[in-house]
């Protein structure tokens, strides 16, 4: 048991760790860790970061939550992937939203009859503001360990400052990451067992988690696909991140390669999440399979950042 000690001064609550298992390389010491404190300042959203958002309505849209596919659950708003798995041993978050919208996927998880308090982990797949801008609260109001990949804690810890492609254009409340996780790495929650893989490019410390999901003995491997996009980063002499392009094309690969049934996104249009719940809603019970669905996402990522790639290297040589 270890006392998050701001949180304790905010609330008065212990925060008990899971009963998990985790590799001796993915501890960490989290003692007087001033990151915590991001609850106890005011946070103000940007005004770039209003307006990001409301550029974007559907990550605030409300969605009613409801099962994908065994214990794997959607409650997220209806344009950002927030998903629950439970196991008896108790439950874990992957991701949390833009800045305050933690209580539309705390509602969420009420509606389904799921206790906050019985949610033990909160993973992220990357350290942006419209995944990790509700963790710190959900993290308080839930008592749940942060787990994430350590590329990205040094981001989530200063809540979004410092970015290597958006600087501090969107910040969020920092997050108290309890514990890191590095590729291949294996949480065991119980009988519950998720798989971190790195998939850097997005981020230094996108992560893809797998996990599998069982009804009725079929048994199917869930996928959290992280992004894989680019949007409007520099790809060529990036100061910041020398190793982005060959990170991306790690991350193509390693995607496209993953035992994949059911495809799931932080974005769901990534792996046309939406179009597929349609169809089963219309009578197809597997329309959310779809063995091929991380390939095809990979596929074309990798041939949307090659033509970025290739436009940005022309232009780099005519500068010349």
Not at 155 to 168: Q, V
Not at 191 to 216: F, M, Y
Not at 288 to 316: M, N, V, W
Request: proline content about 7%; glycine content about 8%; aromatic content about 8%.
């Amino acid at each position: 048991m270890r006392l998050l000690i701001a949180a304790a001064l905010l609330c008065g609550l212990i925060v008990q760790s899971a009963r998990a298992q985790v590799p001796a390389s993915g501890q960490k010491n989290t003692a007087n860790n001033p990151s915590w404190t991001g609850l106890q300042k005011p946070f103000r959203i940007p005004a770039s970061e209003r307006k990001n958002i409301a550029n974007h309505p559907s990550w605030t849209a409300p969605q009613k939550p409801f099962r994908i596919y065994g214990n794997t659950w959607y409650v997220g708003p209806r344009g950002l992937g927030v998903f629950l798995v439970t196991a008896r041993t108790g439950n874990v978050l992957i991701d949390g939203g833009v800045p305050g919208y933690a209580p539309l996927i705390e509602a969420n998880i009420r509606d389904l009859g799921i206790n906050l308090h019985d949610i033990k982990w909160i993973l992220n797949s990357h350290a942006h503001s419209d995944h990790a801008g509700g963790m710190a609260r959900l993290a308080h109001d839930t008592g749940a360990q942060v787990i994430a990949n350590a590329a990205d804690t040094p981001l989530l810890e200063r809540g979004g400052h410092d970015d290597p492609e958006y600087g501090d254009g969107f910040p969020y409340p920092p997050v108290h990451v309890a514990r890191t996780m590095t590729d291949g790495e294996i949480l065991h929650l119980g009988d519950l067992v998720l798989t971190a893989h790195s998939t850097p490019g997005h981020t230094k410390g996108n992560t893809t988690w797998t996990w599998t999901s069982c009804e009725d003995q079929r048994c199917l491997q869930m996928v959290d696909v992280g992004s894989l996009s680019a949007p409007d980063y520099k790809l060529i002499g990036n100061p910041k991140y020398s190793a982005i392009v060959t990170d991306y094309e790690h991350s193509f690969a390693l995607v496209a390669a993953l035992p994949c049934d059911i495809p799931l996104a932080p974005h769901p249009e990534m792996v046309d999440f939406w179009e597929r719940v349609t169809k089963r809603r219309q009578g197809d019970a597997d329309a959310l399979i779809d063995p091929a669905g991380c390939r095809a996402y990979a596929k074309d990522a990798r041939a949307s950042f090659e033509a970025q790639l290739t436009k940005q290297a022309a232009e780099a040589t005519s500068v010349k």
